[in-house]
């Protein structure tokens, strides 16, 4: 009897906790830093939600350790729907490729609800003399393993998405990772020796130096054009059929977070992206609103590094 009164109080204690959060401030971490398109569309999102809890929601920027430090600080916060990690594809392609994270990305997490989708762009420097998909191609395979692609790291969707490109086009280059930021300088400045020749950034980040003309918009990832940039033809447009690879956002809580709380989370942010000052955000941003049901985004966050594992195996490179 005991035991019984003790798991009924346990339950109790379950359900009245999550009809009451949230009590005090929510915390949400992103991992990419100042300016980035998950810290952007977080404080757009943070206003919102403090309107609807009457509690202040702030983001905090935990960039570092290959955009890994914030998953690692919020799988070590306690599951109570008071700390959140908004993040990119990147968490689930993480998944797939390195195993020697302080945290499991899959497991020690729980995806809450998708935010928004938006294509990449594809870019060249200037001084690169490579102004279409199509020449870029070309240089690729006239010269296999020479050409360099910058990343913002291991793992990231500019990786993954480079890769997706790379095999569906038929070329060979050379990898080489680094913070966002710097990897949009080494493209613009190829012309020295170990700069790199492409890039897939998000839109956002390399439009002021695509309107600068310091870097060359060759095409965007997804099936349709990007509203920032229309004049630029989708990869698929620009001769590599088919192809398709958003970036996309979603919010994650440490495994272990209360299911009523998770529900409360996801209807809650749910109806503040179905409102019309976040839709015309997200479009003003260049995305499109995603929405699915909790247990939908959980299996399509597996399905994606499921995805990442096959890019992954096709390039020939060990999980690390």
């Given at each position: 009897?005991?035991?019984?009164?003790?798991?009924?109080?346990?339950?109790?204690?379950?359900?009245?906790?999550?009809?009451?959060?949230?009590?005090?401030?929510v915390r949400m971490i992103e991992p990419f830093g100042a300016g980035g398109g998950p810290d952007l569309l977080g404080r757009a999102l943070?206003?919102?939600?403090?309107?609807?809890?009457?509690?202040?929601?702030?983001?905090?920027?935990?960039?570092?350790?290959?955009?890994?430090?914030?998953?690692?600080?919020?799988?070590?916060?306690?599951?109570?729907?008071?700390?959140?990690?908004?993040?990119?594809?990147a968490q689930a392609y993480s998944a797939a490729l390195l195993k020697n994270l302080p945290y499991d990305p899959l497991k020690d997490f729980i995806p809450v609800t998708p935010l928004t989708s938006q294509p990449y762009v594809l870019v060249a420097g200037k001084l690169a003399?490579?102004?279409?998909?199509?020449?870029?191609?070309?240089?690729?395979?006239?010269?296999?393993?020479?050409?360099?692609?910058?990343?913002?790291?291991?793992?990231?969707?500019?990786?993954?998405?480079?890769?997706?490109?790379?095999?569906?086009?038929?070329?060979?280059?050379?990898?080489?990772?680094?913070?966002?930021?710097?990897?949009?300088?080494?493209?613009?400045?190829?012309?020295?020796?170990?700069?790199?020749?492409?890039?897939?950034?998000?839109?956002?980040?390399?439009?002021?130096?695509?309107?600068?003309?310091?870097?060359?918009?060759?095409?965007?990832?997804?099936?349709?054009?990007?509203?920032?940039?229309?004049?630029?033809?989708?990869?698929?447009?620009?001769?590599?059929?088919?192809?398709?690879?958003?970036?996309?956002?979603?919010?994650?809580?440490?495994?272990?977070?209360?299911?009523?709380?998770?529900?409360?989370?996801?209807?809650?942010?749910?109806?503040?992206?179905?409102?019309?000052?976040?839709?015309?955000?997200?479009?003003?941003?260049?995305?499109?609103?995603?929405?699915?049901?909790?247990?939908?985004?959980?299996?399509?966050?597996?399905?994606?590094?499921?995805?990442?594992?096959?890019?992954?195996?096709?390039?020939?490179?060990?999980?690390?």
């Open positions: 009897m005991r035991v019984l009164f003790l798991l009924l109080l346990s339950i109790t204690s379950a359900v009245t906790f999550a009809q009451d959060y949230p009590t005090k401030p943070a206003q919102k939600l403090a309107e609807l809890w009457g509690l202040p929601v702030t983001v905090e920027n935990h960039p570092g350790e290959g955009s890994t430090a914030a998953p690692a600080l919020v799988a070590k916060s306690p599951a109570d729907g008071y700390t959140l990690l908004i993040s990119t594809s003399g490579i102004t279409t998909i199509g020449e870029l191609v070309a240089a690729a395979k006239a010269k296999p393993r020479v050409l360099k692609f910058g990343s913002s790291g291991l793992g990231t969707g500019t990786h993954l998405g480079v890769l997706k490109f790379n095999q569906a086009a038929g070329i060979k280059a050379v990898h080489v990772p680094a913070q966002m930021g710097d990897a949009i300088t080494d493209t613009i400045a190829n012309t020295v020796a170990g700069r790199t020749d492409y890039l897939l950034a998000p839109i956002p980040l390399a439009l002021p130096d695509v309107r600068a003309g310091r870097l060359r918009a060759l095409g965007v990832t997804t099936a349709r054009r990007s509203a920032l940039l229309p004049e630029v033809p989708t990869i698929a447009e620009a001769g590599v059929a088919g192809f398709d690879f958003p970036i996309w956002y979603g919010i994650w809580v440490p495994a272990g977070t209360p299911a009523g709380v998770v529900d409360k989370l996801a209807k809650g942010i749910g109806r503040m992206l179905a409102g019309p000052d976040l839709r015309e955000w997200v479009a003003k941003h260049g995305g499109e609103p995603m929405s699915m049901t909790q247990l939908e985004f959980a299996r399509f966050v597996l399905s994606e590094s499921e995805s990442a594992a096959r890019i992954i195996e096709a390039a020939g490179i060990k999980p690390q």
